[in-house]
């Protein structure tokens, strides 16, 4: 069991961790989230490094560190920290709306190779996706049964969130559509009543100024 | 007892689940996987992503423009050799599904180069092979339960429910965009017209009166 299983371990760590994208170094991703409140976020990332002289990425380079910075919908910083070339970060949404998640690298040897190219594995899971099942079946012990339960429990208790969340956006949006509706109403007469007014003012300005010429 | 000998099956049972699970969480967990994800796509940008899919794995990417411009984006995927599987132009919402028929790294990229300076905010989901089973186990001979059946078609139309939702959510989110925008414009709009409507009006008055002010001088020279 203990070789074989090793050996899986290594070629899933060197492996794929999904999806991954390329980034220059002084570049920064930011990634939106728009999620309920009290949702939990957990992200998994893997940086590589570009490296010339051999034109391939390095598996793994030690030193090289990602900052990892999220902004909640009023634009408050919830989490600014520094992690390491693997990382790990986990936040919970208190306000309902838009997360912004901002990564970028800030190796200062990295200016070194110029022009140096990151490859980052990256993988978000929001709400119950990132709940891990094996991992609660082992801690509380469940059956299969408790465990199937457990799970349609959680994704039950996650579209309840999203309802509640949207109802809140639906009435943002109304709020929007009546204020719109208001000014268009406000504006339009304030335009005809200007219109009315500098027409009046007009006519009399030009009246006493041609009596005033004797032309009429 | 039978209490007694109930809590020691149960044990025993703990106690064998926990050394499978042990084992389970050092095997790889298949290749599947779902990744979304909302960014931000600047003017005139082209952004790309990646993954290593192996042969014979159904994945599906689709795509949605929440927020930007007339909300449309070209997307582009692309195998391990470079052939275009799917390209389209100035698309607002698609899905596409296929099934991967050669091992490499294939690539999808989004791009806004035709915009020249609305940002766009895009959101995909992309989905390769099926989800993990709740329990991997390996000795999965016997046949579901009726209580387990049950559950799994359950959880079956709940990620439906879900999925709707999310799409919902992005229209959503694309019809308050649109919203928003409108209620700005109404406001710049209607204060800039009632300024024009005030200088025009002034203007046409002096400008009137300066006509009828030089006349006198001119008017007596026409016979030269």
Redesign the interface.
Known sequence: ?GRP??L??A??AA??R?????IGETEK??????IPDETMVIGNYRTQMWDKQKEVFLPSTPGLGMHVEVKDPEGKVVLSRQYGSDGRFTFTSHTPGDHQICLHSNSTRMALFAGGRLRVH???Q?GE?ANN???I??KD?L???Q???R??LD??E??QK??D??RY??E??RL??E??NQ??LW?SI??TV??IL??I??MR??KS??EA?K?V | MPGLGSAQRWAA??GR??CR????????PG?S????????LPDNAK??????ITQGTKCTLEFQVITGGHYDVDCRLEDPDGNVLYKEMKKQYDSFTFTASKNGTYKFCFSNEFSTFTHK?VYFD?Q?GEDPP???SENRVSALTQ??SA??S??EA??S??DY?TH??LR??Q??SR??D??TR??YW??G??LI??VV??G??FL??SF?SDKRTTTTRVGS
């Open positions: 069991m299983a090793l899986l371990l070629l899933c492996g794929a999904g999806l991954y994208f390329h991703r930011c990634f939106i989230e728009e990256l993988d978000i929001v996706h099942y094996p991992e079946a082992a012990k059956t299969e049964l465990l199937r339960a799970q349609l994704q039950v996650q579209i999203e309802q969340y949207q956006r639906e943002r949006f929007t559509s204020s719109t000014r268009v504006w304030a335009q200007i219109l500098t027409g003012w007009q300005h030009l100024f041609f010429k032309l | 049972a703990a689940w926990g699970l042990l084992a389970l969480l050092l095997l790889v290749p996987s779902a990744s979304e994800i909302t960014f931000e952004q790309c992503f990646y993954e290593d905010t992309f390769v709740l329990f991997p209580m387990e559950c799994v359950i959880h709940l990620k429910v879900i939702q919902f959510r959503e989110a019809g308050r919203a928003e409108l209620n109404v406001a209607s204060v017209e009632a409507l005030l009006s002034i046409q008055v009137l009166k009828f």
